[in-house]
C-alpha cells in the first residue's frame, strides 16, 4: 500500500519495535509484525496485532514494571 505518512513510499511486510511510556512503566515489543514503509520507515500494524500490543501494555501497566518484550502471536 502506498504510505499514508510519506506518500511516497510503498509499505511492505516486515518487522518493528514500538515503544510506549505509560504511567508507572516503560513497554518495549520487539519483532512486531508490521507493513513497514520502504521510503520512511513508519510500521502498521493490524487490528490483531494491534489488540495483542494493547494486552501486553495492560499486563506491565498493572505490574508497573519496566518490560522488553519479543512479540509472539497468541
Known amino acids: 500500500m ?3 505518512l510519506c506518500r511516497t513510499g510503498e509499505t511492505k511486510p516486515g518487522t518493528t519495535t ?3 511510556d505509560v504511567p508507572g512503566t516503560v513497554v518495549v515489543v520487539r519483532g512486531v509484525p508490521a507493513e513497514v514503509c520502504q521510503q520512511c520507515g513508519e510500521a502498521y500494524t493490524d487490528e ?3 489488540r495483542e ?3 501486553i501494555v495492560e499486563k506491565a501497566r498493572r ?3 519496566v518490560v522488553i518484550h519479543e512479540y509472539s502471536a497468541a
Open 18 to 20: 514500538e515503544t510506549y
Open 53 to 55: 500490543l494493547e494486552n
Open 2 to 4: 502506498k504510505c499514508p
Open 48 to 50: 490483531t496485532t494491534t
Open 63 to 65: 505490574a508497573g514494571a
